[in-house]
C-alpha cells in the first residue's frame, strides 16, 4: 500500500511541463516531454524496486527532467579539447581548419552560391573549376579534381583505368587503412586484377617490367604512408617507374595518401614526399587526402596529366563521390594559403603545429601549468613526445611538452574519464602513471575551459 501510494503521488507529464524550470528551456517540446516521461519512469522503477522511499518534491523532478533533456540534446558530435598531442588525431577529426577556411564554409552553407553557376556566362558551371586551378598553380600538374576522400579517388581511378585488366603493383605496398580498406580487394571492386611484383621488402624495376603484358591497364604506386619497410629493402625509383610505364605505353598511377604540399623537413619530419614531387616525376594520376598534411576539409583530391583527369570527370562514379560547397569552400581557402608558403605555415593549423618549436611549446606548458596551481590544482611540466597522426610519418616523434595533472583523491584512469565526459571533452592521455595534456595540440583559448573543468573536477 505504501508504494501505491508514493506512485499515486508522482506527477503527471503534462504537470511537469508547465513548471517554470521546464519552460524556460530552449529546447524542442518533444525532446523535453520524452525527457520527462524517462525521469518519471525512472522514478517508478525506484519506488517498485524499494530504492526510493520518500518522494522527491515537484521542483526537484522538473529539475532532473530537465538535466535529461540537456544531456539529451547534446549533439554526439560536438567540438574536444585535444590534448594528446596527436596532430591528426583520426577519431577527433583530423585536420582543424584554418580561420578563412572556417568563414567560407560558413559564407556559403547558409545561402545559396555559385556552386554550379557560371556567372559570367550566365549558365551552368561546374564544381571543378573552383579548385583545378588552384591545385595545378599549387602542385604544376596539368589537370586536377576533387572527390569526397581518397578512398573514393582510388576507387575512381581505378575503376575508369583499370577496368577489365590488370594493374601491377609491389607485394611491399598492399596497404590496408582505417576501415579495412585494403588495395587488393579496392582493386576487386573496381573490376582490375592485381598483378603483384616483387617481394615484400624488394621490388625491382624488371620485376614491373616482367608483369607488363597485354592485359596491363596501369602501373601502381603506393606511399606506405602509415607504415615502413626498414633494413633490408628497396624499391625503384619514381622517375623509373615513370619512365618504363611510358616506355610501355601505361599510366602510372601513384596513391600517395597523406599528401603533403609542403617540404616537412623544415619541421624534422623526414621522408614524406610531396606532391609537387611526384608531379614533376611525370605521374600521371595522383591522389591523396585533404584532411591530412594539407590541412583541410575531407576529400580525396586526383591531379595528373589533363587526358586522364578528363577521363575520371566524364567517369559516371564521379557524380557518386564528388564534393559538396562546404568541402570546395574550405579546399579552395586552403590551397589559396599554399600559394604563400610562409602564409601556409602560419594560417594552416597543422602546419603551425608541426612547426611550432619546443621552446615554444615549452613556454605554453609553463603557462597553463601556472594557470592550474593557481586554482589549486597540482601539476608540472614534463618532457614528452607528440605525433603527427592520422597515419602520416608514423615513424617519427616531435619533441613537446605536456603538463601533468595530480589527479588529487582520484585515480589517473578516474580524472581522464571525469574530464572525457564533460560537455566539452577534455581528451589527454596516459603515460607513464600520468594524465597528461600535450600544449602542442591545444589552443590558448583552451586553457579557460582547461582550468575551469579540471578545478570542478577535483575540488
Not at 601505361?250 to 596513391?255: A, H, M
Not at 601556472?370 to 607528440?386: D, I, K
Amino acid at each position: 500500500m505504501e508504494k501505491q501510494n508514493i506512485l499515486r503521488n508522482i506527477p503527471k507529464v503534462d504537470e511537469l511541463l508547465n513548471h517554470p524550470a521546464l519552460l524556460a528551456l530552449d529546447l524542442p517540446a518533444g525532446n523535453i516531454r520524452a525527457a520527462v516521461r524517462e525521469e518519471l519512469e525512472t522514478l517508478r522503477g525506484q519506488v517498485l524496486s524499494g530504492a526510493l522511499d520518500v518522494l522527491p518534491d515537484k521542483a526537484s523532478i522538473a529539475a532532473a527532467a530537465g538535466e535529461r533533456a540537456k544531456r539529451e540534446a547534446l549533439p554526439s558530435l560536438r567540438p574536444v579539447i585535444n590534448g594528446t598531442g596527436v596532430v591528426l588525431h583520426t577519431n577527433l577529426g583530423r585536420a582543424c581548419l584554418s580561420r578563412r577556411a572556417v568563414e567560407a564554409v560558413a559564407a556559403v552553407a547558409g545561402g545559396y552560391s555559385t556552386l554550379e553557376y557560371d556567372v559570367e556566362q550566365g549558365c551552368r558551371g561546374s564544381r571543378h573549376g573552383h579548385i583545378e586551378e588552384l591545385l595545378t598553380q599549387a602542385t604544376g600538374a596539368e589537370a586536377a579534381m576533387a572527390v569526397n576522400n581518397n578512398a573514393a579517388a582510388v576507387l575512381l581511378i581505378l575503376s575508369a583505368i583499370g577496368k577489365g585488366g590488370e594493374v601491377a603493383a609491389s607485394r611491399g605496398e598492399m596497404v590496408e587503412i582505417g576501415g579495412s580498406f585494403r588495395i587488393p580487394d579496392i582493386m576487386t571492386q573496381c573490376g582490375c586484377a592485381l598483378r603483384e611484383v616483387g617481394t615484400t621488402n624488394k621490388t625491382h624495376l624488371y620485376d614491373y617490367e616482367n608483369a607488363i603484358g597485354p592485359e596491363t591497364k596501369a602501373l601502381l604506386r603506393v606511399h606506405t604512408s602509415n607504415y615502413r619497410i626498414v633494413g633490408f629493402s628497396e624499391r625503384p625509383a619514381l622517375a623509373e617507374l615513370v619512365e618504363l610505364g611510358h616506355k610501355h605505353g601505361l599510366p602510372v598511377i601513384e596513391d600517395l595518401g597523406s599528401g603533403s604540399l609542403a617540404d616537412l623537413n623544415a619541421f624534422g619530419i623526414h621522408d614524406e614526399p610531396t606532391v609537387q614531387q611526384s608531379v614533376k616525376a611525370g605521374v600521371d594520376l595522383i591522389s591523396f587526402s585533404g584532411d591530412k598534411l594539407l590541412g583541410g576539409p575531407q576529400a580525396g583530391l586526383i591531379l595528373g596529366k589533363k587526358a586522364y583527369i578528363g577521363q575520371l570527370k566524364r567517369h559516371p562514379l564521379a557524380r557518386a563521390v564528388r564534393v559538396d560547397k562546404m568541402t570546395i569552400a574550405a579546399l579552395r581557402e586552403t590551397l589559396y594559403a599554399y600559394l604563400d608558403p610562409a602564409r601556409a605555415r602560419e594560417e594552416i593549423p597543422v602546419l603551425s603545429m608541426l612547426g611550432e618549436p619546443p621552446h615554444m611549446l615549452h613556454s605554453k606548458a609553463a603557462l597553463l601549468c601556472q594557470r592550474l596551481m593557481g586554482q589549486g590544482c597540482a601539476a608540472r611540466v614534463v618532457e614528452t613526445e607528440s605525433q603527427v597522426g592520422g597515419g602520416s610519418c608514423p615513424a617519427q616523434a616531435l619533441p613537446s611538452w605536456a603538463v601533468a595533472v595530480d589527479p588529487g583523491k582520484l585515480t589517473v584512469d578516474g580524472l581522464e574519464t571525469a574530464l572525457r565526459r564533460r560537455e566539452r571533452p577534455i581528451i589527454g592521455r596516459i603515460s607513464q602513471g600520468q594524465y597528461l595534456l600535450d600544449v602542442r595540440t591545444l589552443w590558448d583559448e583552451d586553457f579557460a575551459d582547461i582550468e575551469t573543468a579540471v578545478k570542478e573536477v577535483l575540488q
